[in-house]
């Protein structure tokens, strides 16, 4: 299994950014996809997941700003993140659970500053 994220950068409060993870190494279109985000000083939280029929469910603190999606096609999972705001800082990595495993990329980092 291969995760690769990409599209991170520094924006300021309010504007948004699309991440993206490149998968490989196992059946993509049967497997549900999550994204992760790590604060500075804090612990994992799950950002949002898509199962492999398209149904989504968010954090709240997320909800009706971030829009995870997939492409089955490009074997991608996307983060389309609008409404940035500070504490949205992070490091955002994709997550595959198979089997009980999780797997993950190497992330990107997310900055919110002005």
């Known amino acids: 299994v291969q995760l690769a994220e990409s599209g991170g950068g520094l924006v300021q409060p309010g504007g948004s950014l699309r991440l993206s993870c490149a998968a490989s190494?196992?059946?993509?279109?049967?497997?549900?996809m999550s994204w992760v985000r790590q604060a500075p000083g804090k612990g994992r939280e799950l950002v949002a997941r898509?199962?492999?029929?398209?149904?989504?469910n968010y954090v709240d603190s997320v909800k009706g700003r971030f829009t995870i999606s997939r492409d089955n096609a490009k074997i991608a999972v996307y983060l389309q993140m609008n409404s940035l705001k500070p504490d949205d800082t992070a490091v955002y990595y994709c997550?595959?659970?198979?089997?009980?495993?999780?797997?993950w990329g190497k992330g990107t980092l997310v900055t919110v500053s002005s």
């Open positions: 190494g196992f059946t993509f279109s049967s497997s549900a």
């Open positions: 997550n595959l659970n198979r089997y009980g495993t999780d797997y």
């Open positions: 898509i199962t492999s029929g398209g149904s989504t």
